[in-house]
C-alpha cells in the first residue's frame, strides 16, 4: 500500500481530515462539524482512483485518536463511521451519547 498522509483542516464551525496518496490528485475526506464538545463525523468520502486502500478506515483512526488526545466526543451520523464504531467496542467511551 502505497503511504497515505492525513492532514486536518479544522474550521470554527467543523473541518476536514484529507487523506493524500502519492501520485494521485484525488483526496479522501471525512467531514464532520462541531456541536460543543461533540464532534458530529457526517460524511466519510473516498474518490474511486484511491478506494480499496483502506483510506476511510485511516480517516476514521485520525478522528479517534484525535479524540483521545483533545478529549471530544464523536457522534457517528456517517454510516460507514458508525459500522466502524459497531467493529471496534474499544471506541465506544469516544460516542456522544
Same mark, same amino acid.
Given at each position: 500500500? &502505497?503511504?497515505?498522509?492525513?492532514?486536518?483542516?479544522?474550521? @470554527?464551525? *467543523?473541518?476536514?481530515?484529507?487523506?493524500? +496518496?502519492? %501520485?494521485?490528485?484525488?483526496?479522501?475526506?471525512?467531514? $464532520?462539524?462541531?456541536? *460543543?464538545?461533540? !464532534?458530529?463525523? #457526517?460524511?466519510?468520502? +473516498? @474518490?474511486?482512483?484511491?478506494?480499496?486502500?483502506?483510506?476511510?478506515?485511516?480517516?476514521? &483512526?485520525?478522528? +479517534?485518536? #484525535?479524540?483521545?488526545?483533545? %478529549?471530544? !466526543?464523536? &457522534? @457517528?451520523?456517517?454510516?460507514?463511521?458508525?459500522?466502524?464504531?459497531?467493529?471496534?467496542? &474499544? $471506541?465506544? #467511551?469516544?460516542?456522544? *451519547?
Amino acid at each position: 500500500m &502505497d503511504e497515505v498522509t492525513i492532514t486536518r483542516h479544522p474550521t @470554527p464551525a *467543523g473541518g476536514e481530515y484529507h487523506a493524500h +496518496v502519492p %501520485g494521485s490528485s484525488a483526496i479522501g475526506r471525512l467531514t $464532520w462539524t462541531r456541536q *460543543g464538545a461533540v !464532534r458530529i463525523a #457526517d460524511h466519510t468520502i +473516498v @474518490p474511486p482512483e484511491i478506494g480499496g486502500r483502506g483510506i476511510a478506515a485511516l480517516l476514521v &483512526d485520525a478522528l +479517534v485518536a #484525535d479524540a483521545r488526545e483533545q %478529549g471530544f !466526543r464523536i &457522534d @457517528p451520523e456517517c454510516s460507514y463511521i458508525a459500522a466502524a464504531f459497531k467493529r471496534h467496542p &474499544d $471506541w465506544a #467511551d469516544l460516542l456522544s *451519547g
